[in-house]
């Protein structure tokens, strides 16, 4: 995503086997995606989901902490 955001960048790369990774910068990055559209839309698609499913998370987590508050009220109010 940095290479939208110009923030550092955060990413980690695994793999289970040797493998050759490069990093791409945005003026190297630029030019490619202006020869191959297409992968704006794959782009916009991944970020979706990323999105998608940290909105799920946070409704989760606020849905627990929202839980939480309830018990230690009924706990302590009794």
Same mark, same amino acid.
């Given at each position: ?15 289970? &086997?040797?493998? #050759?990774?490069?990093?791409?910068? $945005?003026? +190297?990055? @630029?030019?490619? =995606? ?13 970020? &979706?989901?990323? #999105?998608?499913?940290?909105?799920? $998370?946070? +409704?989760? @987590?606020?849905? =627990? ?14």
């Amino acid at each position: 995503m940095s290479l939208l955001t110009g923030a550092p960048r955060s990413a980690t790369v695994r793999s289970r &086997e040797e493998t #050759l990774v490069f990093e791409i910068g $945005r003026q +190297a990055y @630029l030019p490619l =995606v202006q020869a191959h559209p297409e992968w704006v839309d794959e782009l916009a698609a991944v970020m &979706e989901a990323r #999105l998608r499913r940290r909105s799920v $998370r946070m +409704a989760e @987590l606020q849905a =627990v902490g929202t839980d939480l508050r309830t018990r230690i009220r009924r706990t302590l109010l009794g």
